[in-house]
């Protein structure tokens, strides 16, 4: 079994692309729904194909669905000179996976469109067809000692011969080859939330599923990616990491069922956020998959620079934590009001909170202590920790039942149990909560009501180095605390008080821990409100950089926008990412662990923070001026929304690079 953490050198890097669905120029095949959508699929692949030029990748692999009219129809050979056209001008090999609409329908019992119109299933002409215009169905290929398996998903079930042949074929390839790392590439995932889930349009159908997963489970396969879903979802099993890959294309808008929220312009069909295209890097030990966003671009738009991206679980990421108020791995019943799936649910769940934690190159997260007891959650939480992320669960005083239960079972994928009560209470707690911590080391986080009926503050003021030490001066404290909680309030500088936090802990063997609040009691209205909050983001996961030792949490991962307390967040209600996304991205790929921060400046328009190691400054703008000016320093002053560098005017957070 691999070692799934990426670790080591990487040793190459290769890219993925799904679900391009090119068609002829006058989209006669489509039956007119949405044209101009399918008529922007060609537009939207030359973008692909130039950007992913500039990544310079080893290879590329397309997950199928090349082209949108299918075998047999009169548009399909246009549609595959449309292809070829667009994607001769990759600088490297592509290797193809056909798809659905490129080789016909997987044998669906119960599909009202296959079982009206046989010629729609996957049929040996239609393999014949596709072979003639793309490559052959399934095959197999080496690169720097791995192995890359291309399969056919479609046939798998079909009761065809060449069904049998490429079962025989697979069995074969995958036990010449133990110990290799292996990577396999179909249309369809195996599953998309878990392996026992019904058989539906947009999974393998048993008794293939089981067939599959038992090889990648006894050869152990690394990874396998898959498209056809137009939507990301990743899953373990049994060691083998199992990726959904979006489209370059368009959204399949039924999945918007996940999100609490309007789905938008065309019923979610143009949340372009979702477009986009993925970069495998190998590593000596394991992968990371990066998910580029593309947002719908076509090689019109201005372009975007190529930076290099970041994962919350590459090797020695370390920087700032999140705070997961809503849920971020629920399940939503997905209906299918037309003639696929038309008769079931499908509950999945949804993955794109995950998506926008790894792509801010974020490895803690904080979660309820409930979320542990969830059997589902629960096993996310396993699955997540085992591949580095490093998770806190807290809970208000002493948990119930199930809570109990499953930190004395579970409590070993935690990296903290973070313990809310009155500091008055904390006594009483420390005998009961010795019994329950096992190895899992400790936090405390004093809960203080204040004036006013939904009031409060969480954590230590950051200047309390007293309070700390009459806290480890009780009965018990010493062998319970392993650190304790500092809360930052939107009044405070977020990186004078982490470093107050630090040194409130200096020498009593506790780690601090700053939670970073970015709530208030009324809705921000202004765009003064984001630059603040825009600011806040840049100078807290600066100073998480600089001060390493530190735990550093921000609680707007999403927005809050109703209830008592609102926020503005990293990412909207779809998960999208926004300006303070790209602000925590862009400063973890600049930024290395360790940087030292020297000093504090201020102007009217600008506050610098004099940064030692691999940048000159952090600039933040005056949140109530416009286009700040760009001042004058020996360095490229870089924007931390869009990565570029700026000259002139700055809009935001700026980190000043050495030239």
Same mark, same amino acid.
């Given at each position: 079994?691999?070692?799934? !953490?990426?670790?080591?050198?990487?040793?190459?890097?290769?890219?993925?692309?799904?679900?391009?669905?090119?068609?002829?120029?006058?989209?006669?095949?489509?039956?007119?729904?949405?044209?101009?959508?399918?008529?922007?699929?060609?537009?939207?692949?030359?973008?692909?194909?130039?950007?992913?030029?500039?990544?310079?990748?080893?290879?590329?692999?397309?997950?199928?669905?090349?082209?949108?009219?299918?075998?047999?129809?009169?548009?399909?050979?246009?549609?595959?000179?449309?292809?070829?056209?667009?994607?001769e001008e990759l600088e490297c090999p592509l290797h193809l996976v056909p798809g659905n609409h490129d080789i016909g329908?997987?044998?669906?019992?119960?599909?009202?469109?296959?079982?009206?119109?046989?010629?729609?299933?996957?049929?040996?002409?239609?393999?014949?067809?596709?072979?003639?215009?793309?490559?052959?169905?399934?095959?197999?290929?080496?690169?720097?000692? !791995?192995?890359?398996?291309?399969?056919?998903?479609?046939?798998?079930?079909?009761?065809?011969?060449?069904?049998?042949?490429?079962?025989?074929?697979?069995?074969?390839?995958?036990?010449?080859?133990?110990?290799?790392?292996?990577?396999?590439?179909?249309?369809?995932?195996?599953?998309?939330?878990?392996?026992?889930?019904?058989?539906?349009?947009?999974?393998?159908?048993?008794?293939?599923?089981?067939?599959?997963?038992?090889?990648?489970?006894?050869?152990?396969?690394?990874?396998?990616?898959?498209?056809?879903?137009?939507?990301?979802?990743?899953?373990?099993?049994?060691?083998?990491?199992?990726?959904?890959?979006?489209?370059?294309?368009?959204?399949?808008?039924?999945?918007?069922?996940?999100?609490?929220?309007?789905?938008?312009?065309?019923?979610?069909?143009?949340?372009?956020?979702?477009?986009?295209?993925?970069?495998?890097?190998?590593?000596?030990?394991?992968?990371?998959?990066?998910?580029?966003?593309?947002?719908?671009?076509? !090689?019109?738009?201005?372009?975007?620079?190529?930076?290099?991206?970041?994962?919350?679980?590459?090797?020695?990421?370390?920087?700032?934590?999140?705070?997961?108020?809503?849920?971020?791995?629920?399940?939503?019943?997905?209906?299918?009001?037309?003639?696929?799936?038309?008769?079931?649910?499908?509950?999945?769940?949804?993955?794109?909170?995950?998506?926008?934690?790894?792509?801010?190159?974020?490895?803690?997260?904080?979660?309820?202590?409930?979320?542990?007891?969830?059997?589902?959650?629960?096993?996310?939480?396993?699955?997540?920790?085992?591949?580095?992320?490093?998770?806190?669960?807290?809970?208000?005083?002493?948990?119930?039942?199930?809570?109990?239960?499953?930190?004395?079972?579970?409590?070993?994928?935690?990296?903290?149990?973070?313990?809310?009560?009155?500091?008055?209470?904390?006594?009483?707690?420390?005998?009961?909560?010795?019994?329950?911590?096992?190895?899992?080391?400790?936090?405390?986080?004093?809960?203080?009501?204040?004036?006013?009926?939904?009031?409060?503050?969480?954590?230590?003021?950051?200047?309390?180095?007293?309070?700390?030490?009459?806290?480890?001066?009780?009965?018990?404290?010493?062998?319970?605390?392993?650190?304790?909680?500092?809360?930052?309030?939107?009044?405070?500088?977020?990186?004078?008080?982490?470093?107050?936090?630090?040194?409130?802990?200096?020498?009593?063997?506790?780690?601090?821990?700053?939670?970073?609040?970015?709530?208030?009691?009324?809705?921000?209205?202004?765009?003064?409100?984001?630059?603040?909050?825009?600011?806040?983001?840049?100078?807290?996961?600066?100073?998480?950089?600089?001060?390493?030792?530190?735990?550093?949490?921000?609680?707007?991962?999403?927005?809050?926008?109703?209830?008592?307390?609102?926020?503005?967040?990293?990412?909207?209600?779809?998960?999208?990412?926004?300006?303070?996304?790209?602000?925590?991205?862009?400063?973890?790929?600049?930024?290395?662990?360790? !940087?030292?921060?020297?000093?504090?400046?201020?102007?009217?328009?600008?506050?610098?923070?004099?940064?030692?190691?691999?940048?000159?400054?952090?600039?933040?703008?005056?949140?109530?001026?416009?286009?700040?000016?760009?001042?004058?320093?020996?360095?490229?002053?870089?924007?931390?929304?869009?990565?570029?560098?700026?000259?002139?005017?700055?809009?935001?957070?700026?980190?000043?690079?050495?030239?």
């Open positions: 079994m691999h070692d799934p !953490c990426a670790r080591g050198r990487r040793l190459f890097t290769f890219g993925v692309v799904a679900d391009s669905h090119v068609t002829e120029e006058e989209a006669m095949a489509i039956g007119g729904y949405d044209v101009d959508t399918i008529l922007l699929n060609v537009e939207r692949c030359r973008y692909v194909v130039e950007e992913i030029n500039r990544r310079t990748p080893d290879f590329v692999v397309h997950l199928g669905d090349i082209t949108h009219p299918g075998p047999g129809t009169p548009a399909y050979e246009e549609s595959a000179r449309r292809f070829h056209q667009v994607f329908e997987k044998a669906f019992p119960g599909d009202p469109l296959a079982d009206q119109d046989a010629r729609l299933t996957v049929s040996d002409d239609m393999i014949a067809e596709y072979e003639r215009y793309f490559q052959s169905q399934y095959y197999a290929f080496e690169h720097e000692d !791995c192995l890359f398996v291309v399969m056919n998903g479609m046939i798998v079930n079909s009761g065809l011969a060449a069904e049998d042949r490429q079962r025989r074929w697979l069995e074969s390839l995958l036990a010449d080859n133990g110990g290799r790392r292996i990577f396999v590439f179909s249309h369809y995932p195996p599953y998309l939330s878990h392996a026992g889930e019904t058989g539906h349009y947009d999974a393998t159908d048993e008794p293939g599923r089981s067939w599959l997963l038992g090889l990648f489970e006894r050869h152990g396969v690394e990874a396998q990616f898959a498209g056809h879903v137009h939507n990301f979802f990743f899953n373990r099993h049994h060691g083998t990491s199992m990726y959904v890959l979006p489209s370059t294309s368009f959204l399949r808008h039924d999945y918007h069922e996940l999100f609490r929220a309007a789905p938008g312009f065309k019923q979610g069909r143009h949340d372009t956020a979702k477009l986009g295209y993925g970069v495998v890097d190998v590593h000596e030990t394991g992968h990371l998959l990066h998910v580029i966003r593309t947002f719908g671009r076509t !090689c019109e738009a201005e372009k975007v620079s190529a930076t290099p991206p970041v994962h919350g679980l590459g090797p020695g990421q370390r920087g700032i934590g999140l705070d997961l108020r809503q849920p971020w791995c629920e399940s939503a019943h997905i209906p299918t009001p037309w003639g696929l799936d038309s008769f079931r649910r499908k509950p999945i769940r949804n993955d794109y909170p995950l998506l926008a934690v790894w792509e801010m190159g974020v490895d803690r997260l904080r979660v309820p202590l409930d979320d542990l007891a969830d059997p589902d959650t629960g096993q996310r939480i396993a699955e997540l920790a085992a591949l580095g992320h490093r998770f806190t669960a807290f809970s208000y005083g002493l948990p119930g039942t199930e809570a109990c239960r499953a930190l004395v079972e579970h409590g070993h994928h935690l990296a903290f149990w973070e313990v809310v009560a009155p500091v008055l209470a904390l006594p009483e707690l420390l005998p009961r909560i010795a019994e329950l911590r096992g190895d899992v080391p400790v936090l405390f986080n004093a809960f203080r009501p204040e004036s006013g009926m939904f009031s409060c503050s969480h954590g230590l003021g950051v200047d309390e180095r007293g309070v700390v030490e009459s806290l480890l001066a009780l009965e018990d404290a010493p062998r319970v605390l392993d650190g304790v909680v500092f809360g930052i309030d939107r009044k405070d500088s977020p990186a004078q008080a982490i470093e107050a936090a630090r040194t409130s802990v200096s020498g009593l063997g506790v780690k601090a821990v700053a939670h970073v609040r970015f709530t208030r009691h009324t809705p921000p209205e202004r765009d003064e409100d984001e630059e603040f909050d825009a600011n806040r983001v840049a100078e807290s996961v600066t100073a998480a950089m600089c001060f390493d030792d530190v735990v550093v949490v921000l609680d707007n991962f999403t927005g809050i926008d109703r209830g008592y307390h609102f926020c503005g967040g990293l990412v909207d209600r779809l998960y999208n990412p926004q300006a303070g996304a790209a602000i925590v991205r862009n400063l973890h790929r600049m930024l290395a662990p360790g !940087c030292r921060l020297n000093s504090r400046t201020q102007t009217p328009s600008i506050t610098f923070l004099d940064l030692e190691g691999a940048a000159q400054s952090l600039l933040l703008p005056s949140p109530s001026m416009r286009d700040v000016p760009v001042p004058e320093v020996q360095g490229v002053v870089c924007d931390l929304v869009t990565g570029d560098a700026v000259s002139g005017r700055m809009s935001g957070p700026a980190l000043v690079l050495e030239p």
